[in-house]
């Protein structure tokens, strides 16, 4: 199956800085990736995700970047906030895409104020 | 309010007595999948099911039962719990199988067996 690597498992930075998490995958038919935000105590929570026909997409100050060739792609903050700060999660999918899924194994940010 | 539901929240049990977990959602949603959560391993899938009496596993299925027998309802089945079953447990649903594939995520039931 799919083996999906997050990089760092951890990430301080002070508020207003940026943060990028890192994830690679090692099937090259995945061809959706969602980032999930998990705050303590909750369950997931979809805050953006990408198809493999795209190479970038934004929302507000949230970006992700697909690189198929490499098989990674990454996650963006800008201008990070307190109530950023949570666990978030990469994840691919196979094809039958949307049924499998492959989660990293999470990287818990922490934004300084 | 739109939402998925788990019962109970937090379960402490014994080796070898059979528990269930209930996960309900309320958005007519076709696909619901269940994931355990363990420190540094991230979440993984356990099983799936992409409609009523359709289910499939994922990657760690082994030790678990599910059935779908209704759209709603997607109970998990540990007939004999073992330690190595102590994780936090998610339920997630999806409208469907294609297009559309976020997933809404329940909050989540924390077993314990001892």
């Known amino acids: 199956g799919e083996n999906v690597e997050q990089h760092p498992s951890t990430l301080s930075v002070q508020e207003g800085d940026s943060a990028v998490i890192k994830c690679t995958y090692s099937?090259?038919?995945?061809?959706?990736f969602p980032w999930y935000k998990q705050e303590l105590g909750k369950g997931p929570q979809l805050i953006i995700d990408i198809r493999s026909n795209v190479g970038e997409k934004k929302d507000q100050r949230i970006a992700v970047t697909l690189n198929k060739t490499a098989k990674h792609f990454s996650l963006h903050i800008t201008e990070t906030q307190p109530e950023d700060s949570a666990v978030y999660f990469c994840?691919?999918?196979?094809?039958?895409?949307?049924?499998?899924?492959?989660f990293g194994t999470g990287t818990s940010l922490t934004v300084i104020p | 309010e739109a939402q998925v539901t788990q019962n109970p929240r937090y379960l402490i049990t014994v080796t070898g007595k059979k528990l269930t977990v209930t996960c309900s959602q309320n958005?007519?949603?076709?696909?619901m999948s269940w994931y355990r959560q363990d420190p540094g391993l991230g979440l993984r899938q356990i099983y799936y099911?992409?409609?009523?009496?359709?289910?499939d596993k994922g990657d760690v299925p082994e030790g678990y039962k599910v059935s779908r027998k209704e759209k709603r309802n997607f109970p998990l089945i540990l007939e004999s719990p073992s330690p190595n079953q102590t994780s936090l447990y998610f339920c997630a649903s999806k409208p469907g199988t294609s297009g559309n594939y976020e997933q809404y995520f329940g909050p989540g039931t924390r077993l314990t067996v001892t």
């Open positions: 099911s992409m409609n009523v009496e359709v289910t």
């Open positions: 994840a691919a999918s196979i094809p039958p895409t949307g049924n499998q899924f492959y």
């Open positions: 099937d090259s038919a995945s061809n959706y």
């Open positions: 958005m007519n949603h076709e696909y």
